[in-house]
């Protein structure tokens, strides 16, 4: 079974800072997905950032980016220019490629504080 | 901007009791999920459904617990027999399946279920 592993609880940055999130999965298969979910205090999961195993290109929107290892099983998520708004957790999560097996397997998150 | 919509967003219950907690998706996406979270713990898969049935579901997602698309546009789950340990933020998410952004899912705002 794949899983996920964010092995910080919580992280701070200040404003206008750069800040990054570690992920490592575990899994036996080739073709997947990545995704970075934030969750702020409302508590809506919304979608951040998605990679898809195949590609060797880091995934950016705005902001954020990602640095995808896959023979290290690593995705790590940088959030740059940081603001207040972005304070949130920040789940990272596993899709399978086999149409199959559609669930998300969720890491525990990570809280990140951000500071004026 | 189309969103998943989720209703209530909380609900209180006594145990023992059966509770309906209800979902409209985006409309034109053909893949529908449940998660729930516990409080202080990760997102966990439920189950997923497709082409108005079952396509996977966790251990979790026992006897007690069904899902049903009843009129096109809702997608509900229900708990026949609400236990303590139900508790928890449950979230509702879809997939388009047919478009480009085929493989990320879109979470509703959840509904907080409290058992007492």
């Known amino acids: 079974a794949q899983t996920v592993t964010q092995s910080q609880p919580e992280m701070s940055v200040q404003e206008a800072e750069t800040v990054t999130l570690s992920c490592t999965y575990d899994t036996s298969e080739s073709d997947y997905y990545l995704f970075w979910y934030k969750q702020p205090p409302s508590r809506q999961m919304i979608l951040v950032i998605r990679q898809e195993a195949y590609k060797q290109q880091n995934a950016t929107e705005n902001r954020f980016s990602v640095n995808f290892q896959k023979a290290a099983k690593s995705f790590s998520l940088k959030i740059s220019d940081s603001q207040l708004g972005d304070a949130a957790m920040y789940f990272c999560?596993?899709?399978?490629?086999?149409?199959?097996?559609?669930?998300?397997?969720f890491g525990t998150g990570t809280r990140l504080l951000v500071s004026p | 901007e189309p969103e998943v919509t989720q209703t209530p967003s909380h609900q209180v219950t006594q145990m023992g009791q059966e509770v309906i907690l209800r979902c409209v998706p985006i409309?034109?996406?053909?893949?529908f999920y449940w998660y729930r979270q516990i409080l202080g713990q990760k997102v966990e898969f439920l189950v997923s459904?497709?082409?108005?049935?079952?396509?996977?579901k966790s251990e979790i997602f026992d006897d007690q617990f069904s899902v049903e698309r009843p009129d096109g546009s809702n997608f509900t789950l229900k708990i026949r027999s609400t236990k303590l340990e139900d508790s928890a933020m449950y979230f509702c998410?879809?997939?388009?399946?047919?478009?480009?952004?085929?493989?990320?899912?879109?979470f509703g705002p959840g509904t907080r279920l409290l058992v007492l």
């Open positions: 999560a596993y899709r399978s490629g086999n149409t199959g097996f559609q669930k998300l397997v």
């Open positions: 998410a879809s997939r388009t399946g047919v478009t480009m952004d085929v493989e990320t899912q879109y």
């Open positions: 459904f497709y082409n108005n049935e079952i396509s996977e």
């Open positions: 409309s034109n996406h053909l893949y």
